[in-house]
């Protein structure tokens, strides 16, 4: 059922970093290493996923509004499943 679910599908937005090139969508720059992000925000919390592409590394990053400050995260059985699609889309697993 959930085969090629994607973290879009699931709410959250997506910002591309690639220095060498312009991709269409929102698009911003830090540092010169090539990165995926997904960003997903409501009244009181900001969660991140970001995609490493030469390090093929994959980053958390949650943060409370209320709290002022940044706390671990849950990570659901979806978004782990659209994780694994999307390292399986960059080409970083073998199956």
Known sequence: ???DITLEDLGYKKYEN???QEING???TTQDNPIIRYRQED???VEEI???IWEKNVWFKGYRKD???QLPCPINMLEIKAIYNK???LGWLDD
Do not use: G, Q, R, V
Request: aromatic share 14%; net charge neutral; hydrophobic share 30%.
């Open 50 to 52: 970001t995609f490493d």
């Open 18 to 20: 690639h220095p060498e």
């Open 67 to 69: 709290l002022n400050m």
């Open 43 to 45: 009244f009181k919390s």
């Open 87 to 89: 390292c399986k889309e």
């Open 26 to 28: 929102p698009t911003f």
């Open 1 to 3: 059922m959930n085969k």
